[in-house]
């Protein structure tokens, strides 16, 4: 998707595969090795597992582990101790103003 963006826009395109940062080590699971029947995922069509698993195959996508302590998502997802909002604030490179 991003270099349909990237050529839509008229911005160089990479030959890199699209990095996806994952916390959780059973959906990199499914993504890599295809459908895994289990109760939590029988509302979801096979179909899905298996373009996931193409997309990986064929490089377009890479799906790597990020610890959930860094996982920068989290920041607009979940609601967080502030230690950690702070960090990832941080990480991201937001500042404030008067920090300058």
Known sequence: MTQHIRTTCGLPVSKDPTVLY????????????????SDRTKHIPPKFFSFTQ?????????????????????LFTKALPTTVFRKLIHNIGMRRLRDF
Do not use: H, M, P
């Open 22 to 37: 994952e916390d959780n080590a059973a959906c990199i699971t499914q993504i890599k090795e295809g459908y895994i029947k």
């Open 54 to 74: 193409e997309l990986e195959k064929n490089k377009d996508v890479d799906v790597q582990y990020v610890r959930s302590s860094e996982n920068a998502a989290d």
